[in-house]
């Protein structure tokens, strides 16, 4: 396997050769095997063992994944899900066990770094396809007619003649126009590219297709495109999200990663949480009975061990003891909370009004206009619309961010804003910790008042003191979050919260909307994050905001029928 100069790992035919061993590591060496000891299987890891910087995530985990499955692999942030991927790809190393996968199987995933080049986006996905452009490449040079006959035959049965066309398709199903598709790529941002990075490893159709939290850098439009395009992929993927929707309607099966094991479960996330659940409940309930009976034998070991009469009946139940084992313990991860305070008063409705209000950037040139709408004091909206049509503009607009061009905005006299955006991230003063950040909105408050906000933000003790360059992006946001509602706003802007929280982190953040008081305003691709908290939609599209009568379905069904029709023409 080697890294495309074009943004996606290339899925080529990798000798073993090109699985290399991570530097530094034990010296029994991770076998990534092609002899492929089980039929019908993509993947099969075996007594797999590995650390990152001396911590254990591994411990002789195994999993066998049969071809065709579309598989969650899920667990807590810094469980070890992504080092999971660059063992498997051989970019990391191992103390023990195996990765077996089938001969000549090719593996894509998307590569770290986006494309930055003056190539058009058509062009780069394209390349991608390392075989087809190869074959492309020595069609205009071959003379003997064999070698040629061969070319052409190769080039239709991998259907090379139609490959323009369905580069397009993805890249339109990821928010490139025609227009879009035939700039360079340098002319966009590096979110923008990464789309094309994706595009470029689902063209290239890999055996195994490996995807790390690939709708992060996507809408809600994308994701549900990818959605359907996952659900579809005729190969086996497998893909670390904390998208449940994504992992309850485009994966069939779960892969969970806990307690440096991985246990197989089939099914979409809902199905797995239930297994799970009827399985701890066993578990705990075998506990209980092993340890009754445990301590039945123990007693009659330590009441008649000593006693001549009935040595070799003791003895028998140190045997049977030792027989009989212990059943261990279901272990809970605790997820820290998240907390809105609570606004001391709400001013009267609406909130917010805007009549004929238009916005943007340059004079004379509005990035939106026509817009007539209210939002009262316990409005719950989302904001639908592909990235690019507005949302962040229009969330802006009616935060008094920006001023409106023509029209009327009108926001009540009391109101408190609390704006929260994922690039705002980068405000955090990287060398101070949360409860620096903190003192600094309440100097002269005690430091138990002051530990006890950073608790509200859901930050757990023992990090309350750590740096912010050393928080995780989900304890980072978390912070932002706590932060941009420090002073109880009446109304929360809250612009893509998601992206760097695990799923038990965003039930934490769905639980806080729902108990929060005041109006929100919602941008996000999650959404199970959507349907659980807000009871409105709006959509930025065609230069202004409307509001959506439908529901989520809906959109989702109108967003996918979309795309198809733009496939066919």
């Given at each position: 396997m080697e890294i495309g100069d074009q943004g996606s790992v290339a899925a080529q035919h990798p000798p073993p050769s090109l699985f290399p061993m991570g530097i530094g590591h034990s010296s029994t060496a991770l076998a990534i095997r092609e002899d492929f000891a089980q039929d019908g299987a993509m993947i099969s890891i075996s007594d797999l063992s590995t650390r990152i910087a001396g911590r254990l995530l591994l411990d002789k985990a195994n999993v066998t994944l049969p071809s065709g499955t579309k598989a969650g692999l899920v667990g807590r942030n810094g469980a070890g899900k992504s080092t999971l991927f660059k063992v498997i790809t051989g970019h990391h190393g191992a103390e023990s066990g195996s990765v077996s996968i089938p001969k000549n199987a090719r593996i894509g995933q998307v590569a770290q770094e986006a494309p930055g080049t003056e190539d058009s986006l058509i062009e780069i996905v394209m390349?991608?396809?390392k075989e087809r452009a190869a074959l492309m490449l020595e069609s205009e040079t071959a003379t003997d007619p064999e070698r040629i006959a061969d070319?052409?035959?190769?080039?239709?049965?991998?259907?090379?003649?139609?490959?323009?066309?369905?580069?397009?398709?993805?890249?339109?199903?990821?928010?490139?126009?025609?227009?879009?598709?035939?700039?360079?790529?340098?002319?966009?941002?590096?979110?923008?590219?990464?789309?094309?990075?994706?595009?470029?490893v689902l063209f290239s159709e890999p055996d195994l297709?490996?995807?790390?939290?690939?709708?992060?850098?996507?809408?809600?439009?994308?994701?549900?495109?990818?959605?359907?395009?996952?659900?579809?992929?005729?190969?086996?993927?497998?893909?670390?999200?904390?998208?449940?929707?994504?992992?309850?309607?485009?994966v069939n099966a779960i892969v969970h990663l806990d307690q440096k094991k991985l246990t197989f479960y089939r099914g979409g996330y809902d199905q797995f949480v239930r297994q799970k659940a009827e399985n701890d409940e066993l578990q705990t309930k075998a506990k209980v009975k092993n340890d009754a009976a445990r301590k039945h034998l123990q007693s009659f070991i330590d009441r008649f061990k000593a006693k001549a009469s009935k040595a070799k009946q003791a003895q028998s139940r140190v045997k049977a003891l030792e027989r009989m084992g212990t059943v261990s313990s279901v272990i809970e991860d605790h997820?820290?909370?998240?907390?809105?305070?609570?606004?001391?008063?709400?001013?009267a409705s609406p909130i917010i009004a805007i009549d004929g209000g238009s916005v943007g950037?340059?004079?004379?040139?509005?990035?939106?206009k026509g817009i007539n709408l209210r939002i009262d004091n316990d409005d719950r909206?989302?904001?639908?619309?592909?990235?690019?049509?507005?949302?962040?503009?229009?969330?802006?607009?009616?935060?008094g961010r920006l001023a409106p061009e023509t029209g009327d905005l009108r926001i009540a006299p009391s109101l408190k804003i609390g704006f929260f955006a994922q690039h705002q991230l980068d405000d955090l003063v990287p060398e101070e910790s949360a409860i620096e950040h903190v003192r600094k909105l309440m100097p002269q408050a005690p430091e138990a008042k002051v530990r006890a906000r950073v608790a509200q933000m859901g930050l757990a003790t023992e990090k309350m003191a750590t740096a912010a360059k050393d928080l995780s992006g989900g304890e980072k946001a978390r912070l932002l979050m706590g932060l941009a509602a420090f002073h109880a706003p009446n109304l929360l802007i809250l612009?893509?919260?998601?992206?760097?929280?695990?799923?038990?982190?965003?039930?934490?953040?769905?639980?806080?909307?729902?108990?929060y008081d005041g109006a929100v305003i919602l941008i996000s691709h999650d959404r199970h994050l959507i349907e659980a908290t807000v009871d409105r939609l709006w959509l930025v599209n065609n230069g202004t905001v409307t509001t959506f009568e439908g529901d989520m379905d809906e959109y989702r069904d109108l967003i996918v029928s979309s795309g198809k029709k733009k496939k066919k023409k």
């Open positions: 390349a991608a396809d070319i052409q035959m190769r080039l239709i049965d991998i259907d090379a003649h139609s490959a323009e066309a369905r580069a397009s398709s993805i890249l339109a199903g990821l928010g490139f126009n025609q227009e879009a598709q035939l700039r360079p790529a340098s002319s966009f941002s590096g979110g923008w590219r990464m789309r094309v990075a994706l595009a470029s297709l490996l995807l790390d939290e690939p709708t992060n850098y996507l809408d809600l439009e994308g994701t549900l495109w990818l959605e359907d395009y996952i659900r579809r992929y005729p190969y086996t993927v497998i893909i670390i999200s904390h998208d449940r929707d994504l992992l309850n309607n485009a997820v820290q909370p998240i907390t809105f305070p609570e606004p001391a008063k709400q001013p950037y340059e004079p004379g040139n509005p990035i939106l909206i989302a904001l639908l619309g592909s990235n690019g049509n507005g949302k962040s503009t229009f969330a802006k607009f009616i935060s612009d893509e919260p998601t992206n760097h929280l695990d799923i038990d982190s965003r039930r934490a953040l769905i639980e806080a909307l729902n108990d």
